[in-house]
């Protein structure tokens, strides 16, 4: 279950995507309204929690720029606005549910819960794409009868390609994913912990590989059988 959380106070977004990572839950984090916008539009979310007060774009203009270009993700405000013209605003910008901080970590679990089953899904042990498996709760990748163990980045930079297996991630992407948008890495670490993971895929005789397009970014690709 992939959840894109939006919230621009880095330390309680940091606290609500670890309450969630301890439920099964895999969580992007940004931090202002227009990477949500491209975020929200370019990768696939079973639930967005969307903050209203960020910067750059506010959550009811996200909101109303995701609705409008055909996103039907469930989306959770969550946000310190409380009042009934700021909760009927966003419903009708086209929220699915409206949560107010300071919050109970119950409730949150229990919406977020309520919001991700109406998509029918259900949480999983393990990511499957092509001739690959990737388990979730121990890092391991698998191709067939041979496995082996990644790295807590090298899981990270794997999980988003096979989450989004058809698209081009850029070096942007990956770092947020892995590092985080306030850590000091650099293109240089998504080409080393790319590399590393084509050695990976290489000893596990997979056809799935990492294609390089130049000054845009990286993508799957599958050998032909």
Known sequence: MNILLVEDEVSLSNAV??????????????????????????????LIILDVML?????FEVLRILRGGGVNTPILMLTARSTVPDKVA?????????MTKPFDTEELLARVGALTRRTGEVIVDEIKYEDLALNVKSAVLS???QSVQLSRKEFEV????????????????LINNAWGSESEATDNNVEVYISFLRKKLKYLKSRVGIRN????GYRLEVEPC
């Open 158 to 173: 794997m999980k988003t390609f096979l989450y989004n297996p058809s698209m081009t991630l850029t070096k942007d992407i």
């Open 17 to 46: 995507k670890k309450i969630l990572e301890q439920h099964g839950y895999f969580v992007d984090a940004v931090y202002d309204g227009l990477s949500a916008v491209d975020y929200g539009k370019g990768m696939d979310y079973n």
């Open 55 to 59: 910067p750059r774009l506010d959550g």
């Open 90 to 98: 966003g419903l009708n910008s086209g929220a699915d549910d409206y």
């Open 213 to 216: 397009l130049q000054r845009i």
């Open 143 to 145: 191709c067939g009868t």
